[in-house]
C-alpha cells in the first residue's frame, strides 16, 4: 500500500513536470518573433499586455509572451537567457506554488518571468527576501530588467520614512523582507489617518528562500509592543491617591455587578485634582481608564479575599474556587498594577502588545502566495496544509555530479574534530576549496581556533554581517579557500568555482553536525555541485552531538567503550547510521510542525477578531459620511446590556442600579431620578433612556458647529477608545493563551478552551468599547481643537502628558493676569485653565 502511494505521488511529479515541459515549450517557440522586434518594439509590450489585460484576458493568457519577452529582454540587458527548467519553475510560481530549485539554478532569473507577469495587473507585487541585503542586491540587479520594460520598482528598507514606505509599496515591484512586510501591515492598522498607511490591498507575494521564511521564522510571531512607562506608573500612584481622597458621596457602586462610577462631585474633584477642565474630554481617556481601576481597586478588590500580597511584595490572584493563589496569573487591563498602587508594592513594567501576527497568517491575507527554494519537499505536508501551496520539484539544468559520502560516527567531540580539522587540512594543501558548515556561533569560534592551531587560514561567517558574509561566500569556491559558517550563513548567494578549481574535484563541504532538520543539511550539500560542477560533501557526527544525545545515542556508546577501540577505529561508517539519523531528523521535524500548527491554531482565533477589528477601524478611518447612525447606535446596545445586566435582581435594587448607570454615564446627574424610572417595564425604560440620550447627543453636536468638525470629534471619540480597548484585549488574550496551556494536564483540549473563552472575551470587550463611547460621548466638554494622534501609541501616552508628580504642583498661579498664558503650560489663557477654578 504504502509503495503505491509512493509511486503515485513520484508519477503525479512526473505528469506535472511533462505539463510544464509543454507549456515551457510554447514560451520558447515565441523566441525568434521576440528576437525579431527592435528595442522599441518589444519595450511597447508591456503597454501592449496591460492594454489587453483591462479589456478581458486574463494573465494565464498572456503567460506564453509575457514571459517570452521577458527572456529576450533580459538577454539584452542582463546577458542571461532563462532555460527551459527557469522557465517550468516561473510557470510553477505564477500558479501560486513552490518549484524546488537546486543551489546554482538561477532562481532570481527564474522569478523575473512571474514577478513581470503579474505586475501587468497593477496591483502591486512583493518580492519577499530573508534580509535587507539581497532585497537591495535583487532590487538593483533585476530592476535594470523591470525598468527598461517600463515597469517600477520599489524597495522597502526599515530605515525608510512612511513617505518613503508608500512610495515603495505603489511602484509595480516592491522589494521587502518579511518581517517589514509584516510590521507595516500592523503599523498600518494602528494608525488614525487614512493618509497615514503606505501598503495597499495584499496581492501576490513571491518569497525567496520560502522554506526559511514560511516555515523555519512560523513559530516566531510579529509583535508591535511599547513598555509602560515610568509616567504610567506614576499615574497608577496618583489615580490611587485621588480615589484614596473621595468621600463616599463621591462615587456610585453597584455591589452585585462589581461596577463602579464616579458621581458628579467626584468628576469635580477629579478635574481639579488633575488640572483639567472636562474629565470626559476625549484627550483624557487613558486618563478615565487609571480612575476607573482605581476605584475598583480600591473599593470592590478585597485583599484576602481577591487578592493576597505574599512576602515578596508580589500581589497574588486568589481562585475564588480552590482558594489557592493563581502563580503566574495577573488581571488584564492595568487591574493588577492599581492594586499593586493601592497596596503600595511595586508596580510592575509591563511590555504591552499594541499588536501582532504569525507570518502563516500574514501570508495567508495575499491573493496569491508563491516561494523558491532548494528545499522544500521535505515539509511538503506543511506547505499544502497551511499555505495551500504544492512543491513541485524541477530537475536541474545539468546532471549533479557531487559526491554525497556516507555519515562518519565518532565516540566523543575531540575524536570528531579532531578528523575535521585533518580532513581540512588535506583539501587546503591540495588546494581544494572547502566550505565547513556549523550548526552553532560557538562551535564556528571553536573550530576556527583548532585551524589556527592547525596553520590553515580561513574565514569565519556567523550570519551577522549579510553584505560581507556574501562577499565571502562568492569568493569561497577560489582555489585553496578554507570558509567557516554557520548552515545559514550567506544563504541565496552562489558559489562560483575559480580557475584549476574543477580538476581538484571542486568545492568540498564539510558538516560539522547533523541539523535537526534534514532541509538544513540539504541546503548545505547544495552549496556545492551547482550547474554539473563536481563536488563532494561528508557529515562529522559524534555520539555527543545534541541530534544524537536526543535519540538514543547511549547503546552505541556502551558498545564501543566495552570493544576498547583507538581513535583511529573508533570511526563508524555506515548507510544504516545515515537511515537512523535520517529518522531521527524526521521525528524532530513532526515535533517543529506540531509546535507551528498550534501556534496557527491560537493565532487563528485572534485572527478572525482582528480582521474584524481592523476592518472596522479602516472604514473610520476612510469615511467621509456622518457617523451618527453607528454612535447611537452603540449608545442604544449599552443601555440594553446595562438593563440586561441588572434581570435577576430585586427590582428596586435594579432600577437604582440602572438609574446609577444613566447619572454617571448618559445624562446629567441632576436630570433624572428615580420617579422617573419607577412603574415602567424594561422597555419603556430602554426608550426613555435612549430618548434622554439622544437629546443629550444632539446637543453635544450642535456645539460643533460645523460638519467637517462633527465627524472629526467622531472618528477621534471611535478611534481612541477602540485602540485602548484593542491593546488591552491583545494583551489580556496573552495572558488567557499562558493560562490555558496548563488546562491539557486536566484533560482540557487548551486550544478549544481558549477559543471559548476569547470569544467571551472579544464580546465583553465589544460591550466595553461601546460603553466607553457612549460615556465620552454623552460627558464631553466639546471644543475645537479636536486632533487625531497620529498612532495609537501617541494616544496611549496622552494622559501622562501635564500630569506628572511634582510637576504639576511645582508651578505657581500667583500673581497672574487673566489673559496671560497658563503657566502649566497647556497653551491656554489662564482664565480658560487653572484660573477658572
Not at 396 to 408: A, G, Q, S, W
Not at 587 to 600: M, P
Not at 684 to 702: D, G, H, M, P, T
Request: hydrophobic fraction near 35%; charge should be negative; charged fraction near 30%.
Amino acid at each position: 500500500m504504502a509503495r503505491n502511494i509512493l509511486r503515485s505521488l513520484i508519477e503525479n511529479d512526473k505528469g506535472e513536470l511533462k505539463k510544464l515541459e509543454k507549456m515551457a515549450d510554447k514560451v520558447i517557440s515565441y523566441a525568434d518573433q521576440m528576437a525579431a522586434l527592435s528595442d522599441e518594439q518589444l519595450q511597447a509590450k508591456t503597454l501592449e499586455f496591460k492594454e489587453r489585460y483591462q479589456k478581458g484576458e486574463s494573465l494565464d493568457d498572456l503567460l506564453y509572451e509575457a514571459f517570452a519577452v521577458v527572456r529576450e529582454a533580459s538577454k539584452r540587458v542582463l546577458g542571461l537567457y532563462p532555460y527551459l527548467v527557469q522557465i517550468m519553475g516561473g510557470i510553477v510560481l505564477h500558479n501560486g506554488d513552490v518549484p524546488e530549485m537546486r543551489t546554482g539554478e538561477g532562481k532570481t532569473l527564474t522569478a523575473t518571468m512571474p514577478v513581470y507577469l503579474n505586475a501587468l495587473a497593477g496591483q502591486g507585487v512583493h518580492v519577499v527576501t530573508v534580509n535587507e541585503y539581497l532585497a537591495t542586491r535583487d532590487a538593483t540587479e533585476m530592476g535594470e530588467l523591470y525598468a527598461w520594460l517600463g515597469l517600477s520598482v520599489g524597495i522597502n528598507l526599515a530605515a525608510k520614512s512612511s513617505f518613503e514606505k508608500r512610495e515603495a509599496y505603489l511602484c509595480d515591484i516592491t522589494y521587502s523582507t518579511n518581517a517589514e512586510i509584516g510590521f507595516d501591515y500592523l503599523r498600518d492598522n494602528m494608525v488614525v489617518r487614512a493618509e497615514d498607511m503606505v501598503q495597499r490591498p495584499l496581492n501576490y507575494a513571491l518569497v525567496d528562500e520560502v522554506d526559511s521564511v514560511l516555515i523555519d521564522e512560523a513559530r516566531t510571531p510579529l509583535i508591535v509592543s511599547g513598555a509602560t512607562n515610568s509616567e504610567t506608573n506614576q499615574l497608577y500612584f496618583m489615580s490611587d491617591n485621588f480615589v484614596k481622597s473621595l468621600d463616599k458621596d463621591d462615587y456610585i457602586i453597584d455591589v452585585s455587578s462589581k461596577t463602579i462610577g464616579l458621581a458628579d462631585t467626584g468628576i469635580d474633584k477629579a478635574e481639579s485634582f488633575f488640572r483639567l477642565e472636562n474629565l470626559y474630554d476625549v484627550e483624557n481617556v487613558a486618563l478615565t481608564h487609571f480612575i476607573d481601576n482605581a476605584l475598583r481597586a480600591n473599593y470592590i478588590m478585597l485583599n484576602e479575599i481577591d487578592y493576597l500580597v505574599n512576602e515578596e511584595q508580589e500581589v497574588m490572584i486568589i481562585d475564588p474556587f480552590t482558594g489557592r493563589t493563581m502563580e503566574g496569573r495577573r488581571y488584564s487591563d492595568g487591574l493588577h498594577q492599581a492594586i499593586e498602587a493601592k497596596e503600595g508594592v511595586p508596580v510592575q513594567n509591563e511590555s504591552k502588545t499594541s499588536a501582532s501576527i504569525t507570518y502563516q497568517n500574514m501570508f495567508r491575507m495575499y491573493k496569491k502566495l508563491a516561494g523558491m527554494t532548494g528545499t522544500a519537499k521535505t515539509e511538503e505536508d506543511e506547505f499544502r496544509e497551511v499555505y495551500n501551496m504544492r512543491v513541485i520539484p524541477i530537475p536541474t539544468n545539468k546532471p549533479v555530479i557531487r559526491e554525497d559520502h556516507e555519515d562518519l560516527l565518532y565516540p566523543n567531540l575531540e575524536y570528531k574534530f579532531n578528523a575535521v580539522v585533518s580532513d581540512v587540512k588535506n583539501h587546503y594543501e591540495k588546494g581544494q576549496p572547502v566550505l565547513v558548515g556549523t550548526v552553532a556561533v560557538e562551535t564556528s569560534d571553536y573550530l576556527s581556533r583548532r585551524l589556527v592551531a592547525a596553520g590553515v587560514p580561513h574565514e569565519v561567517l556567523n550570519a551577522k554581517n549579510h553584505y560581507r558574509e556574501a562577499q565571502i561566500i562568492m569568493n569561497a569556491g577560489q582555489r585553496g579557500a578554507v570558509t567557516i559558517a554557520t548552515n545559514m550563513a550567506g544563504r541565496g548567494t552562489d558559489i562560483k568555482l575559480g580557475p584549476g578549481v574543477r580538476e581538484l574535484g571542486g568545492l568540498c563541504v564539510i558538516g560539522t553536525e547533523r541539523h535537526e532538520s534534514r532541509r538544513i543539511d540539504n541546503q548545505l550539500r547544495g552549496r556545492s555541485g551547482r550547474q554539473g560542477d563536481p563536488g563532494a560533501s561528508q557529515f562529522y557526527l559524534s555520539l555527543e552531538d545534541d541530534l544524537m544525545k536526543r535519540f538514543g545515542s547511549e547503546r552505541i556508546k556502551a558498545f564501543m567503550e566495552r570493544m576498547n577501540l583507538t581513535e583511529e577505529e573508533s570511526v563508524i561508517k555506515s548507510g544504516m547510521l545515515t537511515r537512523q539519523v535520517e529518522g531521527a531528523q524526521k521525528r524532530v521535524e513532526g515535533n517543529n510542525y506540531d509546535s507551528r500548527k498550534q501556534i496557527l491554531q491560537y493565532d487563528d482565533v485572534m485572527r478572525e477578531q482582528r480582521e474584524i477589528i481592523y476592518r472596522q477601524r479602516q472604514d473610520v478611518i476612510t469615511s467621509n459620511r456622518d457617523l451618527a447612525p453607528e454612535i447611537k447606535g452603540m449608545i442604544k446596545r449599552t443601555i440594553e446590556r446595562q438593563i440586561a445586566n441588572h434581570k435577576g435582581m430585586k427590582r428596586e435594587e435594579a432600577l437604582e442600579a440602572i438609574l446609577r448607570f444613566a447619572q454617571t454615564s448618559l445624562v446629567a446627574e441632576e436630570s433624572i431620578t428615580l420617579a422617573d424610572l419607577n412603574g415602567k417595564a424594561d422597555e419603556q425604560i430602554k426608550e426613555e433612556l435612549f430618548n434622554r440620550a439622544l437629546s443629550v447627543y444632539e446637543k453635544q453636536v450642535e456645539k460643533l458647529r460645523d460638519e467637517e468638525r462633527v465627524r472629526e470629534f467622531q472618528k477621534v471619540l471611535i478611534l481612541r477608545v477602540v485602540d485602548n480597548k484593542w491593546t488591552d484585549h491583545i494583551d489580556a488574550l496573552d495572558q488567557l493563551r499562558n493560562a490555558v496551556s496548563l488546562r491539557g494536564y486536566a484533560q482540557n483540549n487548551p486550544v478549544v478552551e481558549y477559543q471559548s473563552e476569547a470569544f467571551t472575551m472579544f464580546n465583553d470587550m465589544i460591550g466595553a468599547i461601546e460603553f466607553d463611547v457612549t460615556r465620552l460621548m454623552m460627558k464631553a466638554q466639546i471644543h475645537d481643537n479636536i486632533e487625531r494622534e497620529r498612532t495609537v501609541h501617541e494616544a496611549h501616552t496622552t494622559a501622562v502628558k501635564n500630569i506628572v508628580p511634582g510637576k504639576a504642583n511645582a508651578v505657581s498661579f500667583e500673581n497672574i493676569d487673566r489673559n496671560d498664558p497658563c503657566p502649566c503650560g497647556s497653551g491656554k489663557k489662564f482664565k480658560n485653565c487653572h484660573g477658572r477654578h
